[in-house]
């Protein structure tokens, strides 16, 4: 046995790994991604999203740094999992990553609503005509501000 580990320790190591990471991508995959009360691994997509947004356009070292640290803080939140379970404080160690989810309530029907799509049918196409008549008038303001040469 002690000589099979000598001989194959890198793809053992490399195995491990992957089972780890393929362990950690199912935990975040089947977590709840809304919840009122923003717990488990919502905080942590929330910061790495905002983020994300603040980086420059093309920048990949950044978008790898924000994805880099989500995963810490994805990792911190199952070992704070693992922590409050070993002192008594959860039941199970994924109960603070794995739960049913409280949602907002969803808003009440607006019968205003109703009547207002049912006058304006085609509200669409009245948005891409107002969206071609934006950008022909953008183009002859464009062509005014031009200088003649």
């Given at each position: 046995?002690?000589?099979?580990?000598?001989?194959?320790?890198?793809?053992?190591?490399?195995?491990?790994?992957?089972?780890?990471?393929?362990?950690?991508?199912?935990?975040?995959?089947?977590?709840?991604?809304?919840?009122?009360?923003?717990?488990?691994?919502?905080?942590?997509?929330k910061?790495?999203?905002?983020?994300?947004?603040?980086?420059?356009k093309?920048?990949?070292?950044?978008?790898?740094?924000a994805?880099?640290?989500?995963?810490?803080?994805?990792?911190?939140?199952?070992?704070?999992?693992?922590?409050?379970?070993?002192?008594?404080?959860?039941?199970?160690?994924?109960?603070?990553?794995?739960?049913?989810?409280?949602?907002?309530?969803?808003?009440?029907?607006?019968?205003?609503?109703?009547?207002?799509?049912?006058?304006?049918?085609?509200?669409?196409?009245?948005?891409?005509?107002?969206?071609?008549?934006?950008?022909?008038?953008?183009?002859?303001?464009?062509?005014?501000?031009?200088?003649?040469?």
């Amino acid at each position: 046995m002690l000589n099979f580990v000598k001989i194959h320790w890198f793809g053992l190591s490399i195995s491990l790994l992957g089972i780890l990471y393929l362990m950690f991508f199912a935990l975040i995959a089947f977590s709840p991604r809304q919840d009122k009360l923003e717990r488990g691994f919502i905080p942590c997509t929330k910061a790495m999203m905002t983020q994300m947004l603040d980086c420059p356009k093309n920048k990949a070292i950044c978008f790898s740094e924000a994805i880099f640290k989500s995963t810490v803080c994805d990792a911190g939140v199952i070992a704070e999992g693992v922590k409050n379970w070993l002192n008594g404080e959860q039941p199970t160690p994924w109960a603070n990553y794995l739960f049913e989810p409280e949602l907002d309530q969803p808003a009440e029907h607006h019968p205003e609503l109703d009547e207002f799509y049912e006058q304006n049918k085609n509200i669409r196409e009245d948005m891409q005509l107002l969206e071609k008549a934006r950008l022909d008038l953008e183009g002859e303001n464009d062509e005014q501000a031009k200088p003649e040469e």
